[in-house]
């Protein structure tokens, strides 16, 4: 099971490029949180019809999850989204979460959680020959997505491929 949040959703989207979740992980579950986050809250935003369609079609699944106890204590540092991303993850032993945040990575390595986040994504399919340019694709995220990117991020990014 890979679990994503609502952030690599929007933000991969809005480059074009959520697809790329389909190819590599395929069916993509999201929690309920997520759902309401990205589709029932994010009217007008990007991610909405994609998220929608991707649901219809069967590539992604919406999952709830049941810890109570352990997502009350995870929503006092994290959003209800992050929250149900990590409680699925450790509820279904995950293979891998999805995640952009700092804080909701930080808490993941806590639990030992197997993460990426939008940049990952990018990173894995530039060197699997799905995208010609990472630099293209994160400046896309940067100026299309609304993405920050910490230079230093963005460099290391780039030097993992190759497009020093």
């Known amino acids: 099971m890979v679990i994503c949040d609502s952030s690599s959703l929007i933000h991969l989207s809005a480059i074009g490029r959520l697809g790329l979740l389909k190819d590599f992980h395929s069916p993509l579950t999201i929690p309920q949180a997520v759902w309401r986050e990205v589709v029932e809250q994010g009217l007008g935003r990007p991610g909405v019809k994609d998220v929608e369609s991707a649901l219809v079609e069967g590539w992604i699944e919406i999952r709830a999850a049941s810890n109570e106890p352990l997502l009350r204590a995870l929503k006092q540092d994290l959003d209800d989204g992050e929250a149900e991303v990590i409680a699925l993850a450790i509820e279904h032993r995950a293979e891998l979460v999805i995640l952009d945040e700092s804080e909701a990575r930080r808490i993941a390595g806590v639990f030992d959680l197997k993460k ?49």
């Open 116 to 164: 990426t986040g939008a940049i990952g994504v990018l990173i894995r399919a530039k060197r699997e020959g799905k995208i010609q340019s990472l630099r293209i694709e994160l400046d896309c995220l940067r100026s299309l997505g609304g993405f920050w990117i910490e230079e230093q991020l963005y460099r290391a990014a780039l030097e993992s491929v190759r497009e020093e």
